[in-house]
């Protein structure tokens, strides 16, 4: 399975993103998916993630209110949608596809995981 992830890029505070995930080859449409991320220096970061049918999503406390994640089964496509970035949101960010089908904050629930896409926020 391989995932990616595209829409990343450099844009200034207060500005919005928005990134895809998809997969090739591979339906997506049963399994949970997750937004992580990583900065320079520091360890992974969980950032939201949505159920196989999005009846549920969840998010990390510093991305709440701020960023969105949805899906589209039909297009084997998962998005994350940031608005109001701050600086503090540059890192890379990666997709990946969960075990099973649930929403979950936890890294070791993911099997397979994109190459990342690069997001900056300037001040």
């Known amino acids: 399975v391989q995932l990616q992830a595209s829409g990343g890029g450099l844009v200034e505070a207060g500005g919005s993103l928005r990134l895809s995930c998809t997969a090739s080859?591979?339906?997506?449409?049963?399994?949970?998916m997750g937004w992580f991320r990583q900065a320079p220096n520091t360890e992974r970061e969980f950032v939201a993630a949505?159920?196989?049918?999005?009846?549920?999503?969840s998010y990390g406390d510093s991305v709440k209110g701020r960023f969105t994640i949805s899906r589209d089964n039909a297009k084997n496509t998962v998005y994350l949608q940031m608005n109001s970035l701050k600086p503090e949101d540059t890192a890379v960010y990666y997709c990946?596809?969960?075990?099973?089908?649930?929403?979950?904050?936890?890294?070791?629930?993911?099997?397979?995981w994109g190459q990342g896409t690069l997001v900056t926020v300037s001040s």
């Open positions: 949505i159920m196989w049918n999005a009846e549920r999503t």
């Open positions: 080859r591979y339906t997506l449409r049963s399994y949970g």
């Open positions: 990946a596809r969960a075990l099973r089908g649930f929403d979950s904050s936890t890294a070791s629930d993911y099997r397979y």
